[in-house]
């Protein structure tokens, strides 16, 4: 009998954010295989499975288990919070299954279930702050060299990207974050908008809005996302904005063109002399 493997992101936690087909790869599977927090999380969908859960830093044995047990005939689903392809298990497991010699279309078939990601359930928590370019970037060292994280850092930081730390403080990792900040604080203004969340959508969700001079204040662990605004990220009440750039080209009041006879809908957008993105290109004196 041949066995299968799905590797499956269950979203944020909540199973009203569990997709139709991450439900159906658990209720199918075996085996479930994933870390003792995650398992616990979808513990609704387990019975009657046979379940191999592990505690952190044991990821390859779990890739190793989860592999073996779909050579073996078992239809097994590995299960990640979020996205499994993004921080998750999917990348380790396509690893393990490499170096054990898998071949699609000779070995058992292997598929990868996405899920909503920390990084957007965090977002649509505080409103719309990745409207525009963003890059996430995880402050955890221990499979990183942390001057590595800090070149990264620096690029987000001098391209202007909204930015989204993943990972930003454990119990043993401390100085991480505000040197982060002091990276940041290189290219971002000080009151730049941040949003500090744990654990959206599931039980404890603790949401904080602050700006980017306060950042390495804030009480954050293991299961806290940070995203920092860019140069034009604004906040209004209790959501965080990033602008698409709407109002470069048009008026929001209209619809019409700011800048008539060069821009054009469905056109890249135009620079005329003197002009700097974010200011109506009319001029100052323009209704």
């Known amino acids: 009998m041949q066995g299968a493997l799905s590797l499956v992101g269950f979203g944020p936690g909540h199973g009203e954010h569990l997709t139709i087909r991450a439900r159906e790869a658990i209720r199918e599977a075996d085996v479930v295989v994933g870390y003792r927090t995650y398992i616990d999380l979808v513990a609704d969908l387990l019975e009657g499975k046979e379940i191999v859960s592990t505690g952190m830093t044991e990821e390859i044995e779990r890739a190793r288990a989860a592999v073996e047990a779909a050579r073996a005939g078992r239809k097994v689903a590995v299960v990640s919070s979020g996205d499994v392809g993004i921080y998750g298990m999917a990348g380790l497991v396509f690893e393990v299954l490499r170096e054990t010699g898998w071949e699609a279309g000779r070995d058992f078939p292997v598929e990868?279930?996405?899920?909503?990601?920390?990084?957007?359930?965090?977002?649509?928590?505080?409103?719309?702050?990745?409207?525009?370019?963003?890059a996430a970037v995880s402050l955890s060292d221990l499979l990183t060299p942390w001057e590595v994280i800090e070149r990264r850092l620096d690029a987000a930081g001098r391209g202007?990207?909204?930015?989204?730390?993943?990972?930003?403080?454990?119990?043993?990792?401390?100085?991480?974050?505000?040197?982060?900040?002091?990276?940041?604080?290189?290219?971002?203004?000080?009151?730049?908008?941040?949003?500090?969340?744990?654990?959206?959508?599931?039980?404890?969700?603790?949401?904080?809005?602050?700006?980017?001079?306060?950042m390495k204040d804030?009480?954050?662990?293991?299961?806290?996302?940070?995203?920092?605004?860019?140069?034009?990220?604004?906040?209004?009440?209790?959501?965080?904005?990033?602008?698409?750039?709407?109002?470069?080209?048009?008026?929001?009041?209209?619809?019409?063109?700011?800048?008539?006879?060069?821009?054009?809908?469905?056109?890249?957008?135009?620079?005329?002399?003197?002009w700097t993105p974010g200011t109506d290109p009319r001029g100052s004196g323009a209704a």
Do not use: C
């Open 112 to 134: 990868v279930v996405p899920g909503v990601t920390a990084l957007s359930s965090v977002a649509a928590r505080i409103g719309a702050p990745l409207t525009h370019d963003f």
């Open 160 to 214: 202007d990207f909204v930015v989204a730390l993943y990972n930003p403080q454990s119990k043993r990792r401390t100085w991480q974050l505000g040197r982060a900040q002091e990276i940041l604080l290189q290219y971002k203004a000080p009151e730049t908008p941040i949003a500090v969340v744990k654990s959206a959508y599931r039980e404890g969700e603790r949401i904080v809005l602050s700006i980017l001079d306060r």
């Open 218 to 274: 804030a009480e954050v662990g293991m299961l806290t996302t940070i995203l920092i605004g860019n140069s034009n990220t604004t906040r209004f009440g209790d959501y965080l904005v990033t602008p698409r750039g709407y109002t470069n080209k048009y008026a929001l009041d209209s619809g019409e063109l700011l800048y008539q006879g060069v821009d054009r809908p469905g056109r890249s957008l135009s620079r005329p002399a003197g």
